[in-house]
């Protein structure tokens, strides 16, 4: 899909997940396939009318930007396009609860933050982040969440879905130059931290060491869900920042050290990326946060990794 309109590499997570089991820092065999999420799971968040709505495959090609998608029979993209996606939602909402227990996880895919709960958009089907805050309300006995969305693009999704929410604070560090232009809700960010095209790795983490100071001042969570966009990269198609590989491995420690010395439980989406690198970068941070101790892939207790066949893993 990543020839047409949008640039997405959809091998993106199978590779990132292949780098760790090469480098010894995953094993393959604790990797286990997560459940698609169910109807109702999606209904906690979306309305019957929006999922109705991806019965229509001019529908799907729109949000998903790619439009030969509009001329396959639904259960095409059913099969093809919404299935992985459910997919990844469920990877979502199993390392939420991975997170509550062992103290952190990640979803190796995930992040689709432009998608509310009733309608999607730049390639996000299901509102996976207000899902898995759901339902961390729900069966977690978590009542305060952080969203720390470090993608270069705007959470436009979950901000239009937590509008006015008092439990759940967003602190969104994008740019203001590119989609998804959604000023009504930017309204609802609760720490705006706006990063124009070109900005350099040392302005960038400069910004964010100041925004997660204010953040940590500011409110208490009991869960900090990150979203991890690596399409801040220099040369990335989309994101037109110019922040460097061992930029986005020290933003990445930044925010886990910020959830470890809170002792809150931090659950890591990888969110936007559109280039070949982007894979590696994610492996190689990943490897970084074993080696400064931030996380622990060995421990019995924080290491149930779950993959399926949309190559998506909650590690």
Known sequence: MNNYRHPFDSSKWGRIRKFLVSAGVLEEKRVVEPKEASKDDL??????????????????????????????????????????????????????????????????????????????????????????????????????????????????????????????????????????????????????????????????LQKLDKALEVAGNRFTPELVVYNAGTDILDGDPLGRLRISPDGIIERDEKVFAFARDRNVPLLMLTSGGYMKSSARVIADSIINLTKKKLIDMTAEDSTENTTGSSKCSAL
């Open 43 to 204: 209904l906690v968040v979306h309305s019957e009318k929006y999922l109705n709505s991806l019965k229509s495959s001019v529908t799907v090609a729109s949000i998903v930007e790619v439009p030969p998608v509009a001329m396959l029979p639904n259960c095409l993209v059913e099969q093809k396009v919404l299935h992985p996606f459910r997919k990844q939602v469920g990877g979502s909402i199993l390392a939420g609860k991975l997170a509550k227990e062992r103290g952190w996880a990640i979803n190796v895919g995930g992040g689709f933050h432009h998608c509310s709960a009733g309608k999607g958009g730049g390639f996000c089907v299901y509102a996976d982040i207000s899902l898995c805050i759901h339902f961390a309300f729900v069966w977690l006995n978590i009542s305060r969440v952080m969203i720390i969305d470090l993608d270069a693009h705007q959470g436009n999704g979950h901000e239009t879905d937590f509008a006015g929410d008092n439990r759940v604070y967003i602190l969104d560090m994008y740019n203001p130059e590119i989609y998804p232009f959604d000023f009504a809700a930017r309204r609802y960010i609760d720490q705006k931290v706006e990063v124009v095209s070109g900005t350099s790795t040392q302005d960038y």
